[in-house]
């Protein structure tokens, strides 16, 4: 069987290394100047990647140090195919080859790193993450050492590997927490045993390790402004929108996008997939130690019941978990907990094999199976030949060739291969549509990119935004379904856009188009008048020059009106309000009712809830 993983592992790389570019749908071509500017330090405030008008970035600051890592990685002259080669899959294989063969041996290492979800992971640009899902058995196995010498060197070394985990991906840390809590219940029960001592100094140690190498961003975000999720992150209604995999999914470690990995186009179970289930339930039963496989036993019912989401059966356990327990909410997407389910299934596949080698050689078949789109040329990220490889090639030479700031807005979503440049951060369309005045901008509520083609006041917002390209990508023939009616749409909007009132020139190269814009902002420029508007957004429509008159909605929030005090010659412009409506937008903020702050996300028992703006349209609509 070690055979058999470095053969599958010499495949993964065979794969990324025959490609030009390694990108994918979350990994995009990154230049040597994006990566160096991640030589700095640690700030709360973002405008690289796809945020280009910029963001609180408190909620991902944790991967400050991995990000300066691999800028200087970039700075000594390594690509970043090579990067992601060297410090990216073989780290990834390697820990997970590593813990899986101290665990157990090397057949769960061949089903914990050849299994439908880490080779989405991986296929999907999710690099950080799929780091995180090779170290956590790691820092398991290294917890288990901890805990039964309970010397400083073994509590050390975990809390190094938590550490680390932490840095790959916070949220994998409850993963290992569930781990070690699972444990010790397990202990406590079947074992009569808890080391419960061992287990407060492993805490204690790593809590202030944790603490102290996290502090950079913790007490700047604790006295500034604490951590908080992005809008709409916490709303219950979230798990329903991404819970993609049902029971049959999560039994069958399949993951419901393979292998396409097209948001939303579930694949259904495929019946192949049973001899995942099937042999880990007989390692259970064929282990002469069924005490320990008990506990991965659990691990993978647990696993799979979160997997499901909020689908039957027992789909209400996982929403009343994602409001009342802490930290669960980082989990809208609940195939995360793939991680536990591969676990355990490795772990207790590599006691079947340990009993009946002749086993190994249907294992081997049905990962050649599974695997089968990967070595084919079928799958549609990482391990694929990127389309418009030389259009995109065009661009990006084009776009370093202007010195003059300006955005560049993508519909409606950034293609891979487009690069980052500090002169033209990158905007994402869909992003937009859930910010206001952009939201108000769009007709009805299904294409939420009409906004660019049938607003008046489109052409402002572009400015305002200094947004100086728009650019809507070539369909992708791997990842689209490529029907006529589609095909005919894109090029029906491609027109409209080319024809708008805003746009000034359109540069093709081959398939690929960017619109340049009449006048954009740049990156800082003062309006000549100030105005707290007393109204609606509806405003925008009276054809006023927002490069020359700024508007603050005066009602959005309560007490923003007493800021004019601070702005002596802002004035005051009410729309369709009188005098009265300004008097109320005055009072103070303790003198005001908001009965939506005791409202949950979702109905309970009173009939009543509440939406924030992530929902606007819908709600408008």
Known sequence: ??????????????????????????????????????????????????????????TTLWSWPLNVFFGIVS????????????????????????????????????????????????D???????????????????????????????????????????????????????LIFINFGYELLINHKSLFLNHIKIGLVTGIVLLALHAYWLLPALLVRKPQL????????????????????????????????????IIPPNKLFLVFPVLAILGFVLSTDKKRMGYWLAIAIVGIFLAK???????????????????FNMFRDPTKFYFLIALGYSLLIGEVVKKYRIIALLLVAFLLYLTYPVYSGKMTGTFSEPRFKNEYRQLNSFLSGDNAFGRILWVSSKSPLGESWYQHPGLEGFRLTSQRPFSSAVVGSYETMNWLRD??????????????????PPLDPLREEMKPDQIAYHQLFQSQLENAAWAKKTYQFGQLKAIETKNNQDLFWLPAKTWFVVGSDEILSTGIDL???????????????????????????????????????????????????????????????????LDFLWWRD
């Open 1 to 58: 069987m070690k055979f058999v993983v470095l053969f599958f592992i010499l495949i993964f790389l065979f794969g990324w290394l025959k490609q030009g570019n390694i990108v994918a749908t979350d990994l995009h071509l990154a230049n040597r100047e994006y990566f160096r500017s991640q030589i700095n330090l640690p700030s709360l405030w973002n405008m690289g990647g796809v945020v280009g008008l910029g963001e609180y970035a408190v």
């Open 124 to 178: 999907g640009g999710q690099i950080s993450l799929a780091l995180a899902y090779g170290l956590l058995p790691l820092c398991f196995y290294l917890y288990k050492q901890a805990l039964y010498e309970a010397k400083v060197k073994s509590i050390l070394q975990f809390s190094a590997g938590a550490w680390l985990l932490s840095v790959f991906d916070i949220r994998i840390v409850y993963f290992l927490l569930i």
């Open 547 to 613: 490069s020359k008159e700024a508007l603050i909605f005066a009602e959005n929030n309560p007490e923003t009106l007493t800021q004019i005090n601070r702005m002596p010659r802002a004035r005051i412009k009410l729309y369709r309000k009188n005098p009265i409506d300004a008097a109320a937008a005055l009072l103070p903020k303790n003198s005001l009712i908001f009965p939506a702050r005791q409202l949950k996300n979702d109905p309970d028992a009173s009939g009543w809830w509440k939406r924030d703006s």
């Open 455 to 472: 607003a008046t006041y489109s052409g402002q917002l572009l400015s305002v935004a200094g947004v100086k390209y728009v650019i809507y």
């Open 75 to 122: 700075w000594l002259g390594i690509s970043q195919k090579w990067s992601l080669v060297l410090f990216g899959l073989i780290p990834v294989l390697g820990l997970g080859t590593l813990a899986m063969v101290r665990l157990s041996g090397w057949t769960a290492a061949a089903v914990f790193l050849i299994n439908t979800y880490i080779l989405l992971l991986i």
């Open 230 to 265: 992005p809008v709409g992150y916490d709303q219950a209604s979230q798990v329903s929108f991404l819970t993609f995999a049902n029971w049959k999914h999560a039994l069958l470690l399949q993951q419901p996008h393979w292998y396409r990995n097209v948001f939303g186009q």
């Open 309 to 327: 989401g909020n689908s039957e059966p027992g789909g209400q356990i996982y929403v009343w978990l994602f409001e009342n327990l802490p930290g």
